[in-house]
């Protein structure tokens, strides 16, 4: 299970979404449950405006499942 060693604070750009934060730190959009629950708040939120300040964890200990193709393990 991945751990987190920290936060990263951000401002969103109009159109942001979890997932595609996750895909642009993670390179794996279905992380994006751990940016969520870092931010509470606005889990209601499916497409954020500019601006919004948010908490993306800094994950370490992330297992690959080994389902995922080969393409997609390169970090």
Same mark, same amino acid.
């Given at each position: 299970?991945?751990?987190?060693?920290? $936060?990263?604070?951000?401002?969103?750009?109009?159109?942001?979404?979890?997932?595609?934060?996750?895909?642009?730190? $993670?390179?794996?959009?279905?992380?994006?449950?751990?940016?969520?629950?870092?931010?509470?708040? $606005?889990?209601?939120?499916?497409?954020?405006?500019?601006?919004?300040?948010?908490?993306?964890?800094?994950?370490?200990?992330?297992?690959?499942?080994?389902?995922?193709?080969?393409?997609?393990?390169?970090?």
């Amino acid at each position: 299970m991945p751990e987190i060693t920290g $936060y990263q604070t951000i401002r969103t750009i109009e159109g942001d979404t979890f997932d595609k934060l996750a895909l642009e730190f $993670y390179n794996d959009e279905k992380q994006a449950a751990w940016i969520i629950r870092s931010n509470l708040d $606005y889990c209601d939120v499916l497409i954020f405006g500019a601006g919004t300040e948010i908490k993306v964890p800094i994950l370490t200990n992330v297992e690959l499942p080994e389902t995922l193709p080969p393409w997609r393990r390169a970090t």
